[in-house]
């Protein structure tokens, strides 16, 4: 057997048995996984497909199934490679009718609307701090239905500037779903029922995921997800957020923020996949912001009642009890939307969770490619979906031979204190590397100082390689504006920063940044890390 072949099928094996590994949790594996998936194709498959001849008779040199920021940018780059492309998206009503226009979850009901919510529970806390400044604010009263219009209002001006921008390049586009009948060939049904039938010589599925419902009564009928809440025309009132996911923690923190009492039902563990002290950590501020958390626990039934209110029945370690809401917001996962587009007649494998395994974003089927949250061992992150549609089109098309860099990607959960991370969270780099060190600080904001917010409720820690120079794997930092932060950081990451060429780096004063470029404590050394003073 190809040493190749080994690698690939190991990749392979890493990939589909990652998520069964309970000692070591996923990322290690999941990493290690993927980037043999990603190697080894560089070496052994040629990066287009090549079975057919670019000259063909279909439809369409390029068919993209998924409207979202990925098939946008796959069929957007293709298109001005000069190439004849097809968007299909359709999205399928949440239980309570929510839909949306062209552009996916990012845009419609995730990352877009999300930011905007968390900056108006920010600006609720801004409001507070203000009269420490000297503004004289009364007592300020937010406006749920007002908040709401103007976030839809955005998302309607993206949703029509990204159709604009597809006709621009000359994208057709249908507001369809598309079904595969064989492997080149779609079946796409609008909303009318109005069948049309589309062949292509290559497609890219980019179908996304949707939010996961608990299989118990009442949980549809009763329930809403993220799919929902950023389009209510009534505010959620006293909201209950089942799940720990950080789209969980992120609506609880702005709904909390915006003045609705919220409580958490955890399961298990905050944002599983993360740093766990950064978690615990965004935990805690949590709850001392308001935010209350019940631990340990599952619901099992939800009830209507005569008020109009829900019962929630759940089960815990400490028994089972119930609890009376407004509104049940479900944020346990979300499943890819994979099993309703005919993968099957397409000869599409997919792995048990309805992900696909690819190399470097092609199926088992050759002209077949998937790229986005529905690829297996990938991160689901909006810019990681873009690029890679950006650097597949571009191999097919352009010539290109940049495979996507899965590795060192940035992300940010937008909790009322913003937790930034890049690279290894602290466990995993104690399982992969043999000799670790974390530097690590608290720090308060000089914002905060004249507000006379809490102390030692940020925090950052840089995580590094002791036998490779000291070099950075892990970056973490909890305070405002953590996303900005990060970016940057990242970028360094990326070049191979060492912890020597961290310290070397002059701070801008008074900034948090700055805070990363004074690392001085470390945690084998056991001193103290809050910070005193500027």
């Known amino acids: 057997v190809r040493p190749v072949c080994m690698l690939r099928a190991l990749a392979q094996a890493l990939s589909r048995q990652h998520t069964a590994v309970t000692t070591l949790r996923t990322r290690p594996f999941q990493r290690l996984g993927t980037t043999l ?63 949306w226009g062209l552009g996916g979850t990012c845009v419609n009901v995730g990352c877009i609307p999300k930011k905007l919510m968390h900056t108006a529970a920010l600006h609720g806390e801004a409001l507070k701090d203000a009269e420490a400044y000297g503004w004289e604010v009364g007592t300020p009263k937010h406006n749920w239905e007002k908040l709401v219009q103007e976030v ?38 609008n909303a009318k029922k109005v069948v ?67 409580t958490v039902m955890v399961r298990s563990i905050l944002l ?57 917001l479900f944020a346990i996962g979300r499943d890819p939307e994979t099993g309703r587009i005919g993968l099957d007649q397409a000869g599409v494998t997919t792995a048990p969770d309805g992900k696909l395994i690819v190399t470097n974003e092609r199926t088992n089927v050759p002209h077949i490619y998937a790229i986005g949250d529905i690829v297996k061992g990938t991160p689901e992150l909006t810019p990681v979906a873009i690029a890679a549609g950006r650097l597949l089109a571009q191999r097919l098309y352009k010539g290109s031979t940049t495979p996507m860099d899965y590795k060192t990607v940035c992300t940010t959960v937008f909790t009322p204190l913003e937790y930034g991370c890049c690279g290894y969270s602290e466990e995993e780099a104690r399982q992969v590397f043999p000799d670790v060190e974390v530097y690590h600080t608290f720090f308060k904001p000089l914002e905060w100082t004249v507000a006379h917010r809490e102390d030692n ?78």
């Open 37 to 99: 998936c990603h190697l080894a194709p560089a070496m052994a498959d040629k990066w287009v497909d090549d079975a057919e001849p670019e000259a063909h008779s279909y439809d369409y040199d390029l068919i993209v199934i998924g409207g979202g920021s990925g098939g946008l940018a796959a069929s957007k780059e293709a298109a001005t490679l000069g190439k004849k492309v097809a968007v299909f998206d359709f999205v399928t009503p949440t239980p309570i009718g929510t839909k």
């Open 457 to 534: 409720a940020c925090y950052t820690k840089v995580i590094v390689n002791k036998a490779d120079s000291e070099r950075v794997v892990g970056f973490h930092i909890l305070g405002p504006n953590a996303g900005e932060i990060t970016q940057g950081f990242g970028t360094a990451m990326k070049c191979g920063m060492t912890m020597a060429q961290l310290s070397s780096t002059i701070g801008i004063h008074p900034t948090c940044a700055e805070e990363v470029t004074d690392l001085v404590v470390t945690k084998s050394s056991g001193e103290a890390a809050q910070k005193k003073g500027c």
């Open 272 to 328: 599983r996949g993360f740093d766990q002290q950064m978690a615990e950590m965004i935990g805690d501020y949590m709850q001392g912001h308001g935010v209350q958390f019940i631990r340990e626990s599952v619901p099992t039934c939800l009830n209507k009642l005569d008020s109009g209110r829900i019962r929630v029945d759940y089960k815990g370690a400490g028994g089972e009890a119930s609890l009376e809401v407004d509104t049940v």
């Open 196 to 262: 049309k039938t589309h062949t292509a010589r290559r497609f890219i599925i980019a179908t996304g995921g949707r939010p996961r419902y608990p299989d118990i009564p009442g949980a549809r009928e009763y329930g809403i997800t993220s799919d929902d809440i950023f389009s209510l025309e009534k505010p959620p009132g006293e909201t209950l957020v089942v799940g720990a996911s950080y789209v969980a923690l992120e609506c609880a923190g702005f709904l909390q923020g915006l003045g609705y009492r919220t």
């Open 152 to 189: 839809q209002d955005h998302i309607g001006s993206l949703n029509w500037g990204y159709r604009v921008s597809l006709r621009e390049k000359s994208v057709t586009y249908e507001n369809a779903r598309a079904v595969f009948k064989d492997a080149h060939t779609v079946e796409a049904t």
